[in-house]
């Protein structure tokens, strides 16, 4: 426990480092690197929240551990895991119908601009209508 503790402590430092490197030489150099400053910036501020989270999770493991043995039994109810399947679909669909509209405002939004961004938003609509498909047959078929 004390070894991952440690880790995650370690990686909170190397997160705020990372963050603070970033911050200051985008600020103090800018210029033609500013695209890698920003990139050490948001490293930082991804994995130092990431770390804090991971220990207060160690802690409450450590802490509750009949709750943790609870949770995980929860987590794999058949119940559980046909409504997470059910909230995934529901939120493809309105993910799916999001791209066809942000393929239509890109295509007759800007008459000027270039259409590869529909083309693009399109064909990933498409893509997505595809696999839908696809694994619709397949599953019909294992079952």
Sequence with gaps: ??????????????????????????????????????????AGCVLSPI???????????????DLVDKEKIEYQDERNAMIRNMAKAKSADNIHWALLIAAVLAFFGDKDGPLWPAGVLMGIFILRYGMESYYAYKYKKEM
């Design 1 to 42: 426990m004390k070894k991952k503790k440690g880790f995650w402590i370690m990686c909170i430092i190397v997160g705020f480092i990372l963050s603070l490197t970033g911050m200051n030489l985008a600020i103090d150099q800018g210029g033609s690197l500013r695209n890698v400053y920003g990139v050490l910036w948001m």
């Design 51 to 65: 770390s804090i989270n991971r220990i207060a999770r160690l802690s409450y493991e450590k802490e509750f551990p």
